[in-house]
């Protein structure tokens, strides 16, 4: 059965502050992995991986994936209020079936 | 507008009553899906469409009943409402690197 397991379930910090999301699998014919962030509405596209140790970034944000861990984090670094979300990792299983983790809420204060 | 558009938002229902949500993309993407979201699960995948008149089950389609007989609408019947679907509802389509999520469909089953 696929699982995806995702860690903290919830984290509190200060402006600033540098926060790493663990995401990690197990799904069968894995292609690749998505991070969403999800406000108090739709989730909306982060991050798509597809090889191992190739970071990507945008801004603040940073993810890598690590096929022979079955894994991946995804760094905010300098967090600000406006990061405060649930952050969902997705990997997919064959060519089109994304498997959702239950997600980070991150809360960060002012 | 372009996009991916859910109807109703907001929907409170009586238990036994059979319930349409709807769900219509603008970009003829081939890929569509259900998912429905709960605390402490995440986002899970109810049924997934491949192209018009194909559909198959996800993790949680018991109750649930989908159609797709033209590429760009993906409606999904719950046929006869339980307060256990009492859920907040998206719907998505997909490019070959992402997902695109709707607004959500927040229902009530009472």
């Known amino acids: 059965e696929d699982k995806v397991v995702q860690s903290p379930l919830s984290l509190v910090v200060h402006e600033g502050d540098t926060v790493t999301l663990n995401c990690s699998y197990e799904v069968t014919n894995f292609r690749s992995l998505l991070w969403y962030k999800q406000e108090k509405k739709a989730p909306t596209f982060l991050f798509m991986l597809?090889?191992?140790?190739i970071e990507k970034k945008s801004g603040r944000l940073s993810s890598i994936l690590d096929k022979k861990e079955l894994s991946s984090i995804l760094n905010i670094t300098a967090t600000q209020t406006g990061d405060s979300a649930i952050y969902l990792c997705?990997?997919?299983?064959?060519?089109?079936?994304?498997?959702f983790g239950t997600g980070t809420r991150l809360k960060v204060l002012a | 507008d372009a996009g991916i558009t859910q109807s109703p938002r907001y929907k409170i229902t009586e238990t036994g009553r059979q319930v349409t949500l709807m769900c219509h993309q603008t970009?003829?993407?081939?890929?569509m899906f259900w998912y429905r979201q709960d605390l402490g699960h995440g986002l899970r995948l109810i049924y997934y469409?491949?192209?018009?008149?194909?559909?198959d089950k996800g993790e949680v389609p018991d109750g649930y009943v989908v159609s797709r007989s033209k590429t760009e609408n993906f409606p999904l019947t719950l046929e006869s409402a339980t307060r256990s679907q009492t859920s907040v509802y998206f719907c998505?389509?997909?490019?070959?690197?992402?997902?695109?999520f709707g607004q959500g469909t927040r229902l009530t089953v009472v």
């Open positions: 469409s491949a192209a018009a008149d194909i559909t």
């Open positions: 998505a389509s997909r490019t070959d690197t992402e997902a695109f």
């Open positions: 997705a990997p997919t299983s064959g060519t089109y079936k994304y498997i």
């Open positions: 970009w003829s993407h081939s890929y």
């Open positions: 597809t090889s191992s140790g």
